[in-house]
């Protein structure tokens, strides 16, 4: 791979929006939360990602950035947010499910503990998310947001199950595995303190997971496929 210092100018981009979001420079987070997932775009394009299977990435995180605008504007648009990223998770799917999972023997018993674990922490999240969505009379955006935290649920797994890729090597797994659940405490957050209660530093600590987790994605993509 090369043009590794675009990923330094990515990280710089999103540190500038980090701190462009505590402490409410508007101008600033409009400019630098889009161009971190636009540097990292072109940091995948530039190493050859359009004719390789990383493409599912390069989709998944050209949906990541119509979803990054989407809940950025003034208007709310959190509906069309929330479809962009659910899209985007979904090519994130197929591109770590390119290389399938060896399930015989161990591998069943490690898909199992994934399914038994997650499943147990998506009820427990929803459960409280309904309750939320009742509360403040949003009872529309129940069925979008459970469809939501299944696709995100289903990404994860999919990251998950990169150990036993034949492929995927440990270095990119790992990224993935961080990459993913990062990206899916990200979601936990921004969602809790919209719909359940307000958590300090939300949005800061809303952007900072999710920056590192698109980072994450999207380097063990580019380790596995454009090597």
Not at 12 to 37: D, H, S
Request: charged share 10%.
């Amino acid at each position: 791979m090369s043009y590794t210092f675009l990923l330094g100018i990515a990280l710089v981009c999103a540190v500038i929006n980090w701190m462009a979001v505590e402490k409410k420079w508007k101008t600033l987070e409009y400019i630098f939360k889009p161009g971190t997932m636009i540097v990292l775009i072109i940091w995948l394009v530039v190493n050859g990602s359009l004719s390789s299977e990383a493409l599912w990435f390069t989709l998944g995180a050209i949906f990541s950035l119509a979803g990054d605008v989407f809940l950025m504007v003034p208007r709310n648009m959190f509906i069309f947010g929330l479809v962009s990223f659910l899209i985007g998770h979904i090519f994130y799917i197929i591109g770590f499910s390119l290389l399938p999972a060896n399930l015989s023997g161990a591998g069943g018993v490690y898909l199992l503990a994934i399914l038994v674990i997650l499943g147990f922490v998506i009820w427990k999240i929803y459960s409280r998310l309904t309750d939320g969505l009742q509360v403040k009379q949003l009872t529309n955006l129940k069925i979008p947001v459970l469809v939501y935290s299944i696709v995100i649920t289903l990404m994860v797994i999919s990251a998950l199950l990169c150990f036993l890729r034949p492929g995927w090597e440990l270095s990119p797994t790992l990224w993935a595995i961080a990459g993913a659940l990062l990206f899916y405490v990200s979601d936990t957050i921004l969602a809790m303190d919209r719909f359940v209660n307000p958590i300090p530093h939300a949005r800061l600590l809303t952007m900072i997971t999710y920056h590192l987790g698109q980072l994450g994605i999207l380097v063990s993509a580019a380790m596995t496929f454009l090597r």
